[in-house]
């Protein structure tokens, strides 16, 4: 998905001179030198207020680095001189929760996405796979608007076309709704493949789809969400979309906990139950319970 | 509705009168005063841009923007009042004439290197107690050592840093590769000379010096 991204920036600073580059010396090699790349440095509060002050100019700035150092460094940054100022930017980060897993919680974000969305008119996009990045990223690149696009070393088999909350399948009636955020449908399908249980995907998670996930719960009152980031980053969001109807939900995700672990991106997804075997044990003990069993 | 037939720097003592709300600033404020109104009324020209990151500090702000005509004068009177567009800190979606929302320290001068890498002139007004913090010296390292020569940075120094700016503020700044000068923030002259002072391929700053009411 990153080499993806790179090509596709690339891309548009050829072709666009209205787009502009902003890095901080992550990712400054691979997109390569252009009139319209700046590179500031190790300097990640001024990357947004770069960001910010092209914006004020009428340029389309896209702001790169890995999420802890593109979200969470400079999130008042994000807060004041975009979101306060009225002011639209792309920011794509890499690394995603524990894609970076041998370096450490420093350079581990899983809450990027909560952090992200409690700041209003951000648009949030996990993409699943590099072609839905492609498309999710030639629409931001159109706008004017506060876009973050989350790249992630896990990705799945294959594009699920459709934009927002794509419907995969349906349970018989009744049956419980497992809802999978970006890379994780892939697992999630494997987890799923024996079980009564309706599956949607989801790309775009702000705006969540409210309206959608009513109409594909249809008579079911139980829904799983399967995020790649913080557990239960969009709980609340679940809750106001079944404002009405009485429900339960199982929130699966990053706990929220210092974790203290190396290694690979693989062994901190299973550790953490993101992986087909940790989802599948976590559904089964749901709808056990859900049954009373 | 108070209204003025002819408006100077005379009449900015009665614009500032009229902001009778709760601004818990009021010495920043008035530090300000003087480079403001030389800035607008001497030297910034159509499509240049303004940017007062020493957001605390309004009034005199909301006072010289008025004098303009920039800003209606009936505006003043509602200063700080809940349907005001006018608060102690400048809101751009709100208020007529600001060109960036501001009032959490050291997010103009970042903003204004963003402004300058379009070839765009701004100015970008700052404290030298805001100089503490530590964003704004991302901007002016990346702006020196990018020749960004559209940007001017005025710091008015009323020598509220905490433990000050051993060796001067100036110094600093040229030393990252910025063009320095120097002036009495209260003489017009002066600051308008420093403010225009020609320079190639580097930024400037402009050290106001203003005392400490």
């Known amino acids: ?37 700046v590179d500031v440095g190790i300097r990640e509060q001024l990357l947004i207020g770069v960001a ?21 460094r400079p999130y008042e940054q994000i807060k004041l001189d975009l979101g306060h100022n009225g002011l639209g930017a792309i920011l794509v980060s890499t ?30 996009h996990v993409p699943g796979h590099a072609d839905e990045l492609e498309h999710l990223f030639r629409d931001a690149l159109r706008g004017d608007d506060r876009v973050y696009i989350r790249l992630s070393a ?35 399908l494997a987890a799923t493949a024996e079980l009564d249980v309706g599956v949607a995907y989801l790309a775009t998670v702000r705006p969540f789809p409210r309206a959608a996930l009513p109409e594909a719960l249809a008579d079911g009152d139980a829904v799983v969400l399967v995020e790649p980031y913080l557990a239960g980053t969009s709980s609340a969001e679940v809750s106001a979309a079944l404002l009405d109807r009485p429900h339960r939900l199982l929130a ?42 | 509705m108070t209204t003025f037939t002819s408006l100077g720097y005379d009449d900015l003592p009665e614009l500032l009168t009229l902001l009778t709300g709760d601004e818990k600033h009021d010495r920043s404020s008035l530090s300000t005063l003087d480079a403001i109104w ?3 009324d001497r030297v910034l020209d ?28 009936e505006l003043l009177e509602g200063f700080g009042g809940f349907d005001s567009p006018l608060g102690n800190h400048p809101d751009r979606v709100l208020a007529p004439g600001v060109d960036l929302s501001t009032g959490s320290l050291g997010h103009g001068l970042p903003i204004a290197a963003g402004v300058a890498l379009t070839g765009r002139r701004v100015f970008c007004l700052v404290g030298d107690a805001e100089l503490e913090e530590g964003s704004n010296w991302e901007a002016v390292q990346f702006a020196g050592r990018s020749r960004l020569d559209s940007l001017t940075v005025i710091v008015i120094d009323n ?54 009411r």
Not at chain 1, 4 to 9: M, N, S, T, V
Not at chain 1, 171 to 183: K, N, Q, R
Not at chain 2, 183 to 209: I, M, Q, S, Y
């Open chain 2, 38 to 40: 030389v800035l607008y």
């Open chain 2, 159 to 212: 020598h509220s840093s905490t433990g000050g700016w051993p060796g001067g503020i100036g110094p600093r700044f040229a030393a990252e590769g910025w063009t320095a000068a120097s002036a009495d923030g209260r003489d017009h002259d002066a600051l308008e000379g420093a403010l225009t002072r020609r320079r190639e391929n580097a930024p400037h700053v402009v050290v106001a010096e203003v005392a400490r």
């Open chain 1, 252 to 293: 699966l995700g990053v706990p929220n906990e210092e974790f203290r672990h190396y290694g690979t991106g693989p062994e901190h997804r299973a550790a953490h139950g993101l992986d087909a075997q940790g989802i599948r044990a976590s559904l089964e003990g749901f709808l056990r319970r859900a049954a009373g069993i």
């Open chain 1, 1 to 37: 998905m990153r080499p993806r991204f790179y090509e596709l920036l690339r891309r548009a600073l050829d072709e666009d001179e209205n787009v502009w580059a902003v890095t901080a010396e992550i990712g400054s090699t691979p997109i390569g030198p252009h009139p319209r790349h």
């Open chain 1, 52 to 72: 910010a002050g092209l914006a004020l100019e009428g340029r389309r700035p896209v702001a790169h680095s890995y999420t802890p150092f593109l979200v969470e």
């Open chain 1, 95 to 124: 690394g995603a929760s524990y894609d970076a897993a041998r370096e450490g919680r420093t350079h581990q974000a899983p809450e990027d996405v909560a952090a992200l969305a409690a700041l209003p008119g951000w648009t949030i």
């Open chain 1, 154 to 188: 896990e990705a799945n088999h294959a594009r699920v076309d459709g934009g927002g909350f794509t419907l995969l399948r349906r349970g018989t009636t009744g049956a419980p709704l497992v809802l999978a955020v970006g890379p994780t449908l892939a697992p999630t």
């Open chain 2, 46 to 73: 159509d499509g240049d841009r303004f940017l007062l990151s020493k957001g605390h500090g309004p009034a005199a702000y909301y006072a010289v923007l008025a004098a303009q005509g920039l800003l209606p004068v």
